[in-house]
Structures are given as C-alpha cells and as structure tokens.
C-alpha cells in the first residue's frame, strides 16, 4: 500500500497563463487610487496513477491498476470534472473494471450533478451460506474434512453493470436525485454447493433496470473527507419484470451519516443505514443497497468488517458504523500533502424479514485501520478486523469462532 500511495503522489498539471506583450512599466499611482482586486484562483488539474496490490479476506490477494483525473475550477466544488479508470483483479477469481466519472455544477445556475459508472463484475468464489441471519457453517467444511468442502458455499456470478445518476439541488442543503441502472446477471453453481441444492430466486440468468428517486440533507464540510455535518438520504428503487427475468421488487432506504469535532486532530464519524425490499427479489439483490451511490455487500469493507461479504441474505438489512479518524501526520510528498490517520472502528449488523433472526441477532466487527489522505481527495485503506461466525457441531450444538477480516480498498467506508 505504501508503494502505491507514493506512485499517486505525482506532481499535478496547472494551467500556463496566456502570454502578454511586454510593456513600459507605469508610473506609480497616487496613494488615492485604489489598489487593482487580487487575480482569481487558477484552473488546474491534478492526477493520480497508481498500481494496485492488495489483499482482501474474502477475495484473496489482488492486483491491477487505478487512475484518477480532477479538474479544479473557481466556481466549481470540490471540482468541475473527475475522471476514475481501474482495472482489478483476484487469486479468487473476482473482478472489477470500472470507468466513473463525476461532473457537478451543470446546467444554466450549475446546480446539476451527473456521475456516470459502467463496471464489469465478476465473483468466481462468491459465497451463499443460505437465507436468513442466523445461518451457521458446518463444522465439517470449516475443518476441510467435508467431501467438496472449498465449493460448499461457493459459487459464481458475471454481473456487469451501468448506472447513470441525476442530482439537483433544491435549495440550501436539500437536494434531491434520480438514477437509472442496469445489469445483466448470469449464476453458476458448483455440485454439491448450498446454492444449487436451495436454488432461491434468481438462478435464471437475466437483464434488469433500476430506476431509483431520493432525496438528500448535506452539510458535511469538506465533502470527501468530512469534519462536520451530516448526510441524510431516503430513496426508493425497483425493478420492473423484463422478458422472462425473475426479478420484480421495490425497496425504500434510509442512511444517516454525521460527523463531529472532537479535538483539532480528532473526528468522530457515525453511519446508520437500513434498508426494506418487497416483492420478488433474487438472492444476489438482497446483497446491494440503494441510495445516491451504488454499493454491494451485507460483510466486507464497505458495510461490516470482519463479516464475510454477502454472509446473511434477507429482505431487510440495517448497519452501524462508527469510526475515530485521528491525524497523527502530515508531510509533504512531490509536492503532495499527505496526511495519515489511524482509525479505530466498530461495526453491527444484523437482516430480517423472512427468516428467524436468532438468539443472537447482532453481527458486529471492530478493528482499527491506517488511512493515508492525498490532498483531502485520494483515501486509501488499509483495515484490519475481526468478528464473530458460529459453527455448527455434529451433536447439534454452535460454537462461536472469530472471523479475521483484512481490507486494503480506497475511500473512506463512509
């Protein structure tokens, strides 16, 4: 990681200033005249290129590549244009391959914000362990001694994808937002897996579309990188039944976010999201959210640390995240500033709706992660956690076992 944040730390490209022929110098003016008002800030662009090696607990050690291009312009917050290109790839098989880009202050009184992102997806190793929030693994294939013990709860899903979003504002810290998505899924399952023996919804391969509308309350300052404020979404979203496709479902989110002050160098960071789907939705569905930006995954690094990416499957799902971002340095790099935080976290998590909860129906992780910061824009992390899963014993009995998680990702969790 620390190789990489310093290939990113590359020496940005300002605008030369148009030539001016020379003049005879002017005599000075009287002490009455008024002084001439200061030049405006410059345009300028600034990029990122770094080469990618990282290690996630649930998709292996990875490898590839990612860009990024902002264009800085008076008027325009935090850019007028950004450009992100990555490409990405696993030992377990998963990809991800992206272009975004993002462009606020469109339209005649800039108050419009278009963000394009077209990915191609790919999970060689993705996992099932069954419906509900209180699934458990079997102790024959934790210890390996199970006949297809590594394919159990594997499986694979191509799912590339494209989604446009709208938002405007509507005065003050309201605005509101609207986007169309679309995908094509393909699952294949391996003999003697979870998935192939239960064949939820959402086996046939498919394309749907997702229109989603929301509405925000933003006054986070800065905007990437937070101190203060708050962020609250409600948005609705649905996919309509296409051709013989399976999916026909509707689901309302809900997220707040808040951000407070603590001391010069210390900012206490909270997130509470939870989301309700209705109607008929396939599986690998229940393991996205919606709001203002696409994100995928009840586990993981971008939702509960220290729980297996997509580990429980329900129709209702509700996180709690809470972070301690501490600056404990900042330097200068090629002409970069780079701050480091040290972040102490805790995550909970639990789904519902279908299916029993459990006797112990909170999932949480805890941990602590280093988040380098280049020019209050790039974030890396680098995450270490640990949770709880339960194993299920041949007598019948569950055991409690830790659950190690370790992400290397970029931008703040939230």
């Known amino acids: 990681m620390s190789l990489a944040l310093l290939l990113a730390l590359a020496q940005p490209a300002r605008a030369e200033p148009e030539a001016t022929p020379p003049t005879v110098p002017a005599a000075a003016p009287p002490p009455t005249e008024a002084a001439a008002p200061p030049a405006p800030p410059e345009t300028r662009f600034t990029w990122v290129a770094i080469p990618n090696a990282s290690y996630d607990v649930d998709d292996g050690f990875g490898a590839g590549a990612r860009a990024e291009l902002d264009w800085y312009k008076p008027g325009y917050s935090p850019y007028q244009l950004a450009f992100v290109t990555q490409a990405f790839l696993t030992t377990n098989g998963y990809h991800h391959h992206r272009v975004r880009f993002d462009a606020p202050g469109l339209g005649p009184k800039h108050t419009l914000r278009l963000t394009g992102h077209f990915a191609y997806r790919q999970w060689l190793n993705d996992g099932y362990w069954g419906m509900g929030n209180a699934t458990t693994l079997d102790r024959g294939v934790v210890d390996g001694t199970s006949a297809n013990a590594d394919k159990r709860y594997r499986y694979t899903l191509i799912q590339p994808f494209a989604r446009l979003t709208l938002r405007g504002e509507l005065g003050g810290p309201w605005a509101w937002f609207t986007f169309l998505a679309g995908r094509w899924s393909d699952v294949e ?57 399976e999916a026909e479902w509707v689901a309302v989110f809900a997220s707040a976010r808040a951000f407070w002050t603590l001391g010069p160098k210390v900012v206490l960071g909270s997130r ?134 370790v992400y290397v990702v970029f931008d703040h969790m939230f």
């Open 189 to 245: 399952t391996y003999s003697g897996s979870l998935l192939a023996e239960e064949a939820p919804l959402g086996m046939v391969p498919g394309f749907g579309v997702q229109p989603g509308i929301g509405v925000l309350f933003d006054t986070r300052e800065p905007e990437l990188t937070p101190d203060r404020g708050v962020l609250l979404e409600l948005s609705v979203r649905g996919m309509p039944r296409i051709g013989a496709a």
């Open 272 to 405: 509470l999201m939870g989301e309700a789907m209705f109607g008929d939705v396939p599986f690998y569905d229940l393991n996205t959210w919606g709001g203002l930006t696409p994100m995928m995954g009840f586990g993981g690094s971008d939702t509960l640390r220290g729980v297996s990416f997509g580990r429980y499957h329900d129709l209702d799902k509700a996180v709690w995240n809470n972070e301690l971002r501490i600056d404990v340095g900042s330097q200068t790099v090629l002409h970069r500033e780079l701050r480091w935080q040290v972040v102490p976290f805790f995550d909970l998590g639990m789904v519902w709706g279908t299916e029993p909860v459990g006797d112990f129906p909170l999932h949480p992780g805890l941990g602590v992660g280093i988040h380098p910061i280049v020019e209050g824009t790039f974030v890396g992390r680098l995450d270490v956690a640990l949770g709880l899963d339960e194993v299920e014993e041949p007598n019948g009995s569950r055991t409690p076992v830790p659950n190690p998680g």
